[in-house]
């Protein structure tokens, strides 16, 4: 079952954070790279299902409650979401002087 907050259709509230410890790290921007993988071709690993559509919906939250700038959210889904995928995503952004300002440290 769905938790409702008022106020929020979709049941999820904003996160509102004032603690300087925590909103204020001294970087530039937040940066998320989030991963999603519904079927692995190791049959060690169950296949999930909803891997991909919980990354998108985690992506979605961090743009629109969590006010991540929607370019500074890096999505990688499935087939794409190998190690050599996802150490190229990082290499793309982290080389990338508009991504990454020089005080983020990625």
């Known amino acids: 079952m ?3 907050v008022h106020g929020q259709a979709d ?3 904003p ?3 004032d603690n300087p410890s925590t909103s204020n790290l001294g970087y530039a921007s ?4 989030v991963i999603g993988i519904d079927e692995y071709e190791d049959p060690g690993f169950p296949d ?3 891997a991909a559509a919980d990354a998108k919906g985690i992506a979605k939250l961090l743009v629109d409650h969590l006010k ?3 370019d500074r959210v890096r999505l990688v889904l499935n087939e794409d979401a190998t190690k ?5 995503e990082l290499e ?3 080389s990338d002087p508009e991504a990454i300002a020089e005080n983020e440290g990625l």
């Open 30 to 33: 937040r940066h998320a790279l």
């Open 11 to 13: 049941g999820v509230a």
């Open 68 to 70: 991540f700038e929607k």
């Open 92 to 94: 793309d952004w982290a």
């Open 48 to 50: 999930l299902g909803h």
């Open 2 to 4: 769905k938790r409702r």
């Open 15 to 17: 996160i509102k954070d």
């Open 84 to 88: 050599a995928g996802i150490e190229q």
